[in-house]
């Protein structure tokens, strides 16, 4: 089990995500969080080498100071129609994200990235999820929550949101913003490869 396999290391999530920190508790992780301060700018890469791309990036900036820890990083995005929707940068975006969420179907995508002894893994998720209709009430009411500020695509699945989701295909942590199944399946391949 994952706490078994990081029992005795000392381990960094390189980030502030309140969902990220409460699943890691919730695991029964022993780590401290040091969000890593990088800019994502949407640069032209598919939706999975952008997770990926931005979780490596993470774990790289904090690896820096921290040679000995094991870190973990991660990203996630929304993609709709070829469209990435990451964090609203405001209420106008928000609206505007669950517009073209309601009665549609999108995937999210989060990338993990583990750094441990001077190497770097990493791997992603991917899940569909079915929104039903939204009405423009139903929009406004969930804006004033606040709870689409801070979540890539404007909703979380773990909230409030969750009313809006008529079904998901594949891992629901992955919603949230970190799949445990894949974190579990690379620990104990990367902890492996490096005894």
Known sequence: MIHNLLANKNVILASNSPRRIELLKMLGIDFVS???NIEEAHIDLSPKKF?????QKKVEEISGLHKNALII?????VVIKNKILGKPVN???ARD??????NNSHFVYTGIGLYYQGKIITDFEKTRVIFQVLSDKDIEEYIKTNEPMDKAGA???QGFGSQFIKRIEGCYFNVMGFPIALFYRMLKKYLIINR
């Not at 994200?97 to 309601?102: E, F, G």
Request: hydrophobic share 50%; proline share 4%; charged share 10%.
């Open 34 to 36: 040091i969000p890593a």
């Open 51 to 55: 997770v990926v791309f931005y979780a």
């Open 73 to 77: 990083g991660a990203d996630t995005i």
């Open 91 to 93: 209420k106008n975006q």
């Open 97 to 102: 994200y669950l517009k073209l969420l309601s």
């Open 155 to 157: 909703y979380g699945i």
